[in-house]
């Protein structure tokens, strides 16, 4: 099993900004692609990126893109979310995922591939 626990959400003006953490214990051999989701109540879970663990391939939602990055440390077992000029719109619970087997391109912003996750971290963007 892999447990995956989620640190750094807060309360943040519009423009700010905050960086999420996402650390993996137990059996984390093997989890190749690492995500971030994001889901409001009542909402379905919307992809907003993810990191190949074995190279340097990201990707991320049209919404995120160029405000967001997505980053890992491979000595702390972590994935981190780097959120710059935040909009309320960004307001969600934000969840980690990691899945074992690699996955295709197209494969990656659909939470279904994902076999772990977190319990989320809250997220709130004041106007």
């Known amino acids: 099993q892999v447990q995956l626990v989620e640190s750094g959400g807060g309360l943040v003006q519009a423009g700010g900004s905050l960086r999420l953490s996402c650390v993996a214990s137990?059996?984390?051999?093997?989890?190749?692609?690492r995500g971030w989701f994001r889901q409001a109540p009542g909402k379905e879970r919307e992809f907003v990126a993810a990191?190949?663990?074995?190279?340097?391939?990201?990707y991320y939602a049209n919404s995120v893109k160029g405000r967001f990055t997505i980053s890992r440390e491979y000595a702390k077992n972590t994935v981190y979310l780097q959120m710059n000029s935040l909009k309320p719109e960004d307001t969600d619970i934000y969840y980690c995922?990691?899945?074992?087997?690699?996955?295709?391109?197209?494969?990656?912003?659909?939470?279904?591939?994902?076999?772990?996750w977190g319990q989320g971290t809250q997220v709130t963007v004041s106007s």
């Open positions: 137990g059996r984390t051999f093997g989890t190749y692609t």
């Open positions: 990191i190949r663990w074995s190279g340097d391939s990201t």
């Open positions: 995922a990691a899945v074992r087997n690699p996955l295709a391109t197209a494969s990656m912003t659909s939470s279904a591939s994902y076999d772990y």
